[in-house]
């Protein structure tokens, strides 16, 4: 009886060990809706450029498919997957809908699939990596409508409804998480106040312009659009215009170490490069500095969020800064 | 004017009359029928447009009514957090027909808006102060969205989940798309206005705006009205209906315009067609008149050109005489008439005649008596001598045969004078200047003039021209009227003779201040053998008649008893 039983437990522990077990073989599905149309694949930056060195390209179709195929000579080791397949240009909504019918196996979320990605669940966050902010053109000189601006916005609003709670309101430029004092810059809209700088200005200065890149920012420049006509600014909203007043910009936070990164996003939202910071203190009095003219408004840090088919094991394939670490990821159903 | 030409004038007017009023009246008649059948038209399309207003009305009803029923807002009343539902009014818009929807939370804050999505969390106040709204009918609210406010036909529905509630409400945009669903017959159109000034049509901007700025201010003033806007062809008759919404505030309005082009070109046509038909029909009318008169005058004209040459002396014409009717008669009477005349005539001469020949007579015998009744006591004188005296017998012979002498030259003048006058001869005629004449002849009577106290005068006119006539004949009228003038002022007075130019003859007048004559002697005053004094034969003045009468001159008097008289002579 008693070996009856053991012979039964060793059995279901075997097939337990087989199933977490990696295997070798298969194709990673990818969608990202980003559309790289250059003629080579990136060499640099978040996403595909991850994957140099444990995969090598095999296919390029600038703005429609990539295909990264193993590395059999990579420096840790030949990952376990045959190839990763990456579709280019595929709106979110699609996305979610091929990892539901099992056409995809890592998608990109948007912060309201994050919370409503389909059961059984699977999902791959990053740290709150990405910065969405707005950023002044040279041309608003006038620091009160900039102000009024800062004031106006309803960040809370806006991370409840349109972000879904994801990531951290902030007023900084650096996330808490790198920083540790974000939380110091205020984030609280003052209607009254912004109502109290534009009733000076004149009305032609009060008629401005916001852009934006990607679809998924229009609601939240819509919504900032109309938390700026609460405080007396007529702002008009339209996507790619190079000419705005206002950008909303998602600017990516791409090193742990809060000086760096600091620099990193300072210019590339058109920042002066913050004085040299030795001690949290004085990063903080540079990261003030920076934002005192409020030529650019931090709104939210947000994190990466990917759905992910069950399938998938060896995750998260993502790091806290969101880069990709497919090398580890296996398929279950492995090479067919 | 003819009598032909007046009765034509009469008859043409009174076609033209007739047919102008004709034509007015059927031009009024129709343009009032067409007008009541525009005005039916535009209140037929008032009254579509109503239906379909509440057909649309039913509609969105339902479909909030159908939301606020569905598991969805039952879900989203439940739930503790709305923020997965930001955009769950999109896809219930879109599913049940809708432009307008926005889930709205217990304490009026939206949770979701489909046509203005960045809007929520914001409040709408109106919907919790407006208490329980089941049951309640769509109705019309003035909607902000991001690119302006709208106009909107809503309804308000709720999902009750225990003491939870969440507010539906939604509804259809009054726009252009609105308008360009409603069927409209041709030439109708519909415009949309919203305060403060814009005009919405089917196909977007109303490109002829200005024609209805002055309606605005009618239809704001709750007023529904129909007017009719433009000229010519381009005209619209307009049916404004203010757009009220609860509660009782005025959204807008709208104006249903019917193009009057039709009614103006059946109008146009039916004033071508009438004005056609009236010249023609006057023209037709003016013919048959012409026809009529002519033949209706024809006998009349005759009659007149008959009258006209009975008055010319031509006694004895005559006319035709048509059938039995009034001009036929008048033709039979005018023919007895002439036939009359001419006997009158013809007795008149006789008698005339036999009063000459006894006026002749009576004259003859009163003359011829005078000088025999001195014969006669002169022979019974010496007759008587002869046989009771013969002593004195040579001396009563001489005396007597001396009388019987001057009795019988006596006699012999009268009888020359009578010789004369029978014998007038015909005016020997030369250019005559008869201011000289007049000059001689004042100059030959001067010595009269003194011996009777009378003051002569001659006013002579420059400008006389000269005449063709008988120096002779013409002297001798002056004179016997200068004669008559002295005889007529036997205490003495003034004379005057005077000429003057006159339509290229001449006019004399011998004037005096005598006692003058009655009117009947006026009448009489050339009769021959006619005279009001106690000497003469009555032949001066019937003399100077027949002379004036050769020179074909007029002569006539004018006087008043007591007065004096006034020959007048026209001559050339």
């Given at each position: 009886m008693?070996?009856r039983?053991f ?5 279901v522990?075997?097939l337990a060990a087989?199933a977490?077990?990696p295997?070798y073989?298969?194709t990673?599905?990818v969608e990202?809706e ?5 003629a080579?694949p ?6 595909m ?8 390209v095999?296919r390029?179709?600038?703005g429609?498919v990539?295909?990264y ?5 990579a ?9 990763v ?6 709106p979110?909504?699609?996305?979610v809908i091929d ?10 979320l948007?912060?309201s699939?994050?919370?409503r990605a389909p ?13 969405l902010a ?7 000189s006038d620091?009160?409508?900039?102000e009024?601006l800062?004031?106006a ?11 879904q709670?994801?990531?951290e ?10 920083s540790?004092?974000a939380?110091?810059?205020p984030?609280v ?7 109290g700088?534009t009733?000076a200005l004149?009305?032609?200065s009060r008629?401005?312009?916001?852009s934006?890149e ?8 819509e919504r900032i659009?109309?938390?700026a006509r609460d405080?007396g ?7 790619r215009?190079t ?18 990164a600091l620099?990193t996003?300072a ?5 002066p490069q ?7 203190e004085?990063?903080y ?5 920076l934002?005192d003219?409020y030529?650019i408004?931090p709104l939210?840090?947000?994190p990466d ?9 060896g995750?998260?394939g993502?790091?806290?800064l969101?880069?990709w670490r497919?090398?580890d ?5 492995g090479?067919? | 004017?003819t009598f032909r030409t007046r009765?034509l004038?009469?008859?043409t007017l ?7 009023l004709?034509e ?5 008649t ?6 009541r059948a525009?005005a039916?038209?535009v209140?037929a399309?008032?009254?579509?447009f109503?239906?379909?207003?509440a057909?649309r009305?039913e509609?969105?009803?339902?479909a ?7 598991e969805?807002?039952?879900n989203?009343?439940?739930?503790s ?8 009014a999109s ?13 709205v939370?217990?304490?009026g804050s939206?949770i979701?808006?489909?046509e203005w ?7 709408e ?5 407006g208490?329980?709204w089941?049951g309640r009918?769509t109705f019309?609210?003035r909607?902000e969205?991001?690119d302006?406010p709208?106009?909107?036909?809503v309804?308000?529905g ?12 939604g509804g259809?945009?009054l726009?252009r798309a609105?308008?360009?669903s409603?069927?409209?017959p041709e030439?109708m159109r519909?415009?949309l ?6 005009l919405i049509?089917p196909?977007?901007?109303?490109p002829?705006a200005?024609?209805?700025a002055?309606l605005?201010?009618?239809a704001?003033n709750?007023r ?11 005209a619209?008759?307009?049916?404004a209906?203010?757009?009220i919404?609860?509660?009782h505030?005025?959204f807008g309005a709208l ?5 009057r ?5 059946m109008?146009?046509s039916l004033?071508?067609i009438?004005?056609?038909l009236?010249?023609g029909g ?5 013919a048959?008149?012409?026809?009529a008169?002519?033949?209706v005058t024809?006998?009349v004209?005759?009659?007149a ?6 008055a010319a002396g031509?006694?004895d ?5 048509g ?6 008669q ?6 007895r008439?002439?036939?009359e005349l ?5 007795r008149?001469?006789?008698a005339?005649?036999?009063a000459a ?6 004259r003859?015998a009163h003359?011829?008596k005078?000088?025999l009744f001195?014969l ?6 010496m007759?008587r ?13 001489r005396?007597g045969t001396g009388?019987l002498?001057a009795e019988l030259a006596?006699l ?6 009578f010789?004369?006058f029978s014998?007038m001869p ?8 008869v201011?000289?004449?007049v000059a001689?002849t004042?100059?030959f009577?001067?010595p009269?003039f003194a011996?009777a106290h009378?003051?002569?005068?001659s006013?002579l006119?420059?400008?006389l021209?000269?005449i063709?006539a008988?120096?002779e004949?013409?002297a001798?009228?002056?004179?016997n ?5 002295i005889d007529?002022m ?6 005057l ?6 339509n ?5 007048e ?7 004559l009655?009117p009947?002697e006026?009448d ?21 008649q027949?002379v004036?009468?050769?020179h ?5 008097a004018?006087?008043?008893?007591g007065?004096?008289?006034a020959f007048?002579?026209d001559l050339?």
């Open positions: 008693f070996f039983w012979a039964l437990l060793s059995a522990m075997a087989a977490t077990r295997h073989g298969g990673l599905r990202v980003a559309s790289v149309e250059t080579d990136p060499q640099t930056g978040p996403g450029a991850d994957l140099s060195g444990a995969f090598l095999t390029w179709e600038g429609r990539a295909v195929s193993a590395n059999e000579d420096p840790g080791g030949r990952p376990f997957l045959d190839s397949e990456i579709q280019m240009g595929r979110l909504r699609e996305q990892l539901e019918l099992k056409k995809a196996d890592v998608v990109e948007g912060p699939e994050v919370r059961a059984p669940r699977k999902i791959w966050t990053s740290a709150p990596v990405r910065l707005l950023v002044f053109s040279e041309r608003i620091a009160r409508i900039r009024a800062a004031l916005v309803d960040r809370s609003a806006i991370h409840n409804v349109l972000l709670r994801q990531g309101i902030t007023g900084a430029l650096l996330p808490q998480w790198i540790g004092y939380f110091l810059f984030t809209a003052d209607i009254g106040r912004a109502r700088l009733a004149n009305p032609q008629a401005l312009t916001l934006f990607a679809s998924a920012l229009r609601p939240i420049a659009a109309l938390n405080a600014l007529g702002v008009s909203v339209s996507q215009n000419g705005a007043d206002i950008r909303l910009v998602e600017e990516r936070i791409a090193d742990r170490q809060p000086l760096r620099t996003l210019a590339a939202v058109g920042l913050p004085a040299r910071a030795d001690t949290p004085d990063l009095t540079a990261e003030r500095a934002l003219a030529r408004i939210f840090h947000l969020g990917y759905g992910v088919n069950p399938r998938v094991k995750g998260p993502i790091t806290p969101g880069q497919f090398s990821l296996w398929l279950e159903t090479r067919q | 004017m009765l004038w009469m008859v009174a076609v033209v009359v007739s047919v102008g004709v007015w009246m059927v031009t009024g129709t343009r009032d029928a067409f007008e525009e039916q038209r209140n399309l008032v009254a579509q109503r239906r379909e207003f057909r009305g509609e969105v009803d339902r909030i009514g159908a939301i606020a029923g569905s969805t807002a039952l989203i009343a439940l739930a957090d709305y923020a997965p539902y930001y955009n769950e896809t219930l818009a879109s599913a049940n027909g809708l432009d307008l929807l926005e889930l939370a217990g304490d939206i979701s808006s489909a999505p960045a809007r929520f969390g914001y409040k106040d109106w919907l919790v102060a208490g329980d089941q009918a019309l609210r909607e969205l991001a302006g709208i106009l909107a036909l309804a308000v709720e999902a009750r989940a225990g003491d939870r509630r969440v507010y539906v409400t259809q945009r726009d609105f308008l360009s409603l069927v409209l030439g519909v415009v206005y919203l305060p403060p000034n814009q049509g196909l977007g901007s109303v002829d200005k024609v209805f002055p605005v201010a009618d704001m709750l529904e009205f129909s007017r009719v806007v433009g000229a010519g062809s381009s619209e008759i307009v049916h209906i203010p757009l919404g609860a509660p505030e005025l104006f249903v315009a019917s193009s082009r039709d009614l103006v070109q109008e146009t004033r071508d009438g004005v056609a009236g010249v006057i023209l037709v009318g003016i048959l008149s012409w026809w008169t002519a033949r024809r006998p004209r005759v009659l050109e008959s009258a006209q040459k009975v031509n006694w014409t005559t006319v035709e005489a059938p039995e009717d009034e001009i036929g008048l033709a039979r009477a005018f023919n008439m002439t036939q001419v006997a009158q005539r013809e008149l001469v006789q005339e005649r036999v020949w006894r006026e002749l007579a009576r003859l003359e011829l005078n000088p001195p006669q006591i002169t022979v019974e004188n007759q001598a002869r046989v009771q005296a013969p002593e004195q017998f040579d001396e009563v012979f005396e009388t002498l006596n012999k003048q009268i009888i020359g004078r010789s004369d014998k015909a005016p020997q005629k030369q250019t005559l200047d201011n000289h004449l001689d004042m100059k009577f001067e009269q011996l009378i003051a002569a005068k006013d006119d420059p400008r021209p000269a063709s008988d120096p004949q013409m001798r009228v002056l004179r009227l200068v004669l008559n003038a007529a036997p205490q003495g007075g003034a004379l003779v005077k000429t003057a130019a006159r290229g003859g001449i006019r004399m011998v004037s005096d201040t005598g006692q003058g009655t009947e006026c009489r005053l050339f009769t021959p053998y006619y005279t009001t004094k106690t000497h003469g034969t009555g032949l001066g003045l019937a003399i100077v027949s004036i009468s050769d074909q001159g007029r002569i006539w004018e006087s008043q008893p007065k004096g008289t007048r002579i050339g």
